[in-house]
């Protein structure tokens, strides 16, 4: 059996999860690490399960196997790794590698979402405001975009903003609408950069500015 260190798997599935959009760890060494990470996900080991589940899900380095990036990235969510059980609600909301159902996403969604993983908390979010696989709830929807926001997700900052300017679950605050939605341009967010430049213009034709 191949041998590997499974604190090297630890720092890069940390590495993983702190890349940025666009620029996945993976990408980078899938060619000489994607057979430790199949060892590793072939011990049980939840990192390892992940790491050759994204390998799979993105033909990084190996032939692209959607059915079985699932199948490992359940055995992953198993165990209680909370990136992992995100990602398996995503595959399960778009019908992805698996037939979709909205149900077994938000499972996924809330499991992940408990453990404090905001992008987790953020499709647990728009589930309640688009009653996916439970019925709708702004109430709900609000506290768990804030809850993503609280944790810096643009995502979740925008889509608070939207919650406080439409008075969606909160009530109306088009100045706090502001805030979140300025919180979320100045990651780069396209939505929040949008959504703040036209409140933003939009104060200003009503005071003539």
């Known amino acids: 059996m191949r041998s590997y260190s499974k604190s090297l ?11 940025s959009d666009g620029d996945s760890f993976i990408a980078k060494v899938r060619r000489e690490r994607f057979n430790d990470w199949l060892a590793g996900a072939e011990d049980g080991m939840p990192e390892a399960l992940f790491l050759a589940g994204l390998c799979y899900f993105e033909g990084a380095g190996v032939e692209r196997d959607r059915k079985r990036a699932v199948k490992y990235f359940k055995q992953a969510a198993v165990s209680g790794l909370a990136a992992a059980q995100c990602v398996l609600g995503d595959c399960y909301a778009g019908g992805t590698g698996v037939i979709k159902n909205n149900k077994n996403a938000f499972k996924w969604f809330k499991l992940s979402a408990d ?13 309640y ?5 439970v019925n709708e709830n702004g109430e709900e929807a609000f506290k768990w975009f804030f809850l993503a926001a609280s944790r810096g997700l643009a995502e979740g900052e925008n889509a608070l903003g939207m919650c406080y300017e ?8 088009i100045g706090t609408a502001m805030k979140w939605y300025r919180c979320a341009a100045s990651q780069g967010l396209e939505e929040g950069i949008a959504n703040h430049s036209r409140l933003v213009n939009g104060n200003c034709r009503k005071m003539d500015c």
Do not use: C
């Not at 798997?9 to 890349?19: D, L, N, Y």
């Not at 453990?115 to 589930?127: D, S």
């Open 9 to 19: 798997i630890k720092k890069e599935f940390v590495a993983e999860m702190s890349a």
């Open 115 to 127: 453990q404090g993983f905001a992008e987790a908390q953020f499709a647990l979010g728009t589930a």
């Open 129 to 133: 405001a688009a009653g996916l696989g």
């Open 166 to 173: 439409y008075g969606y679950g909160i009530e109306k605050d």
